[in-house]
């Protein structure tokens, strides 16, 4: 039988198969987005993570483990001293009965001695039950002394070996700091090449614009509105005329060099005419008669 409720079953139906194939998506998209925080929260706790901070931690707790079976060792004796006390106490009040019951026979009291005996016979109960739990304790109290022993070798070892690791790590750690401090891969001498590549590039950027002015008001590409800039005729004019200065200049001083080494060979010349004269005059002359 078909009806009205019928078909809203079977829309009911399909509206539950679109919600669950819509869920499924859902379902996956949290899944992807719980792994990637957990990959994320993973990679932060692992660069935040410091391996002498979690070889100290660990340490730290070894040594409240140590502490703790001390502490055990110390209870357990103490309740085997409590024991102890216990039965010497009723081995005291055993050997006080006994010698009642041997008085009470021996002043005729049977009853008495019975009722002593009796009483030691329940003290004796008492004492046998104490000697086992006596045993047991001590048992435990040497099982935990031989833990507590094996224990404080192993945090002694676990400590030489934490100082070993946490040395090598920091000398691993300085060296890797040196050798990127060296190769300027690290973060701070990344952060220096960067500003000294910038000053670099702003420098070269200055050199050029500068250069380039130069170049435009020497052309007379721009104006120079101070006038202290000289137009490229002047400057060609200046150029020529400081090589014709210079050129005048040395002209002088070769005819200056050259009018000084004649004047010394004329003086020379004129200083050997004289001597040759005083020499004529003082060789004497012989008339021919």
């Given at each position: 039988?078909?009806?009205?409720?019928?078909?809203?079953?079977?829309?009911?139906?399909?509206?539950?198969?679109?919600?669950?194939?819509?869920?499924?998506?859902?379902?996956?998209?949290?899944?992807?987005?719980?792994?990637?925080?957990?990959?994320?929260?993973?990679?932060?706790?692992?660069?935040?993570?410091?391996?002498?901070?979690?070889?100290?931690?660990?340490?730290?707790?070894?040594?409240?483990?140590?502490?703790?079976?001390?502490?055990?060792?110390?209870?357990?004796?103490?309740?085997?001293?409590?024991?102890?006390?216990?039965?010497?106490?009723?081995?005291?009040?055993?050997?006080?009965?006994?010698?009642?019951?041997?008085?009470?026979?021996?002043?005729?009291?049977?009853?008495?001695?019975?009722?002593?005996?009796?009483?030691?016979?329940?003290?004796?109960?008492?004492?046998?039950?104490?000697?086992?739990?006596?045993?047991?304790?001590?048992?435990?109290?040497?099982?935990?002394t031989l833990a507590a022993q094996r224990l404080q070798a192993k945090v002694d070892a676990f400590r030489t070996k934490k100082e070993t690791i946490k040395a090598t790590?920091?000398?691993?750690?300085?060296?890797?700091?040196?050798?990127?401090?060296?190769?300027?891969?690290?973060?701070?001498?990344?952060?220096?090449?960067?500003?000294?590549?910038?000053?670099?590039?702003?420098?070269?950027?200055?050199?050029?614009?500068?250069?380039?002015?130069?170049?435009?008001?020497?052309?007379?590409?721009?104006?120079?509105?101070?006038?202290?800039?000289?137009?490229?005729?002047?400057?060609?004019?200046?150029?020529?005329?400081?090589?014709?200065?210079?050129?005048?200049?040395?002209?002088?001083?070769?005819?200056?060099?050259?009018?000084?080494?004649?004047?010394?060979?004329?003086?020379?010349?004129?200083?050997?005419?004289?001597?040759?004269?005083?020499?004529?005059?003082?060789?004497?002359?012989?008339?021919?008669?």
């Open positions: 039988m078909q009806g009205p409720y019928c078909g809203f079953c079977r829309e009911t139906g399909e509206l539950e198969s679109v919600r669950r194939g819509r869920a499924k998506p859902m379902s996956g998209v949290m899944k992807r987005m719980g792994m990637i925080f957990r990959a994320k929260a993973n990679k932060a706790l692992d660069r935040a993570e410091d391996p002498r901070e979690t070889l100290d931690y660990s340490y730290q707790k070894q040594l409240e483990l140590l502490q703790k079976v001390r502490r055990g060792v110390a209870d357990v004796a103490t309740s085997r001293k409590r024991l102890e006390l216990q039965l010497n106490q009723l081995q005291s009040q055993s050997s006080k009965l006994e010698d009642q019951g041997r008085k009470a026979l021996a002043l005729g009291r049977e009853d008495l001695a019975r009722e002593a005996l009796s009483r030691r016979a329940a003290l004796q109960q008492q004492v046998t039950d104490l000697e086992t739990q006596h045993s047991t304790l001590q048992g435990e109290e040497e099982k935990l790590y920091t000398a691993a750690q300085a060296q890797t700091r040196i050798g990127e401090a060296f190769s300027g891969i690290s973060e701070e001498m990344g952060d220096v090449g960067l500003a000294i590549q910038r000053a670099e590039d702003k420098t070269a950027q200055l050199q050029a614009r500068a250069g380039a002015i130069d170049e435009l008001l020497a052309s007379g590409a721009l104006d120079d509105p101070s006038g202290m800039h000289k137009d490229d005729i002047q400057a060609e004019l200046d150029r020529l005329s400081g090589g014709t200065d210079v050129e005048l200049e040395l002209q002088r001083m070769k005819a200056e060099l050259a009018g000084g080494t004649s004047g010394q060979q004329a003086i020379e010349g004129g200083q050997g005419s004289a001597q040759q004269q005083s020499q004529r005059q003082d060789t004497p002359r012989f008339d021919k008669q």
